[in-house]
């Protein structure tokens, strides 16, 4: 049975920082490429980073880049979004998702993926 269970979110302050956390279980980890996706209430599931399956290529939507930082072990079937000075506008719930490929580059677009974790949220407010 194929699971993804994200952790790590939480209420914090602008500024902040949280590290979100997705264990993954029931396929080969290593033979795909992990994202994360976010969606706010009232808007689309949206793109924040990605990462192939050996770790050796990451993209990261403008809006986080610099502030967001994707990695993986494989070794843990884990994938995490460490993400720093935290904005309101980054409020929403979080997704981890898995796209079957060792080839194609880091899919942006939710349909790209074949599993998904149920989400957590993540709220940045004072």
């Known amino acids: 049975q194929v699971q993804l269970v994200e952790s790590g979110g939480g209420l914090v302050q602008p500024g902040g920082s949280l590290r979100l956390s997705c264990a993954a279980s029931?396929?080969?980890?290593?033979?795909?490429?992990m994202g994360w996706f976010r969606q706010a209430s009232g808007k689309e599931r949206e793109f924040v980073a990605g990462?192939?399956?050996?770790?050796?290529?990451?993209y990261t939507e403008d809006s986080v880049k610099g502030r967001f930082t994707i990695s993986r072990d494989n070794a843990r079937n884990t994938v995490l979004l460490q993400m720093n000075n935290l904005k309101p506008e980054d409020t929403a719930v979080y997704y981890c998702?898995?796209?079957?490929?060792?080839?194609?580059?880091?899919?942006?677009?939710?349909?790209?993926?074949?599993?998904w974790g149920q989400g957590t949220q993540v709220t940045v407010s004072s």
């Open positions: 998702a898995a796209d079957w490929t060792r080839t194609r580059p880091i899919a942006t677009q939710p349909s790209e993926y074949d599993y």
């Open positions: 029931g396929f080969t980890f290593s033979s795909y490429t």
């Open positions: 990462i192939n399956w050996n770790g050796a290529s990451t």
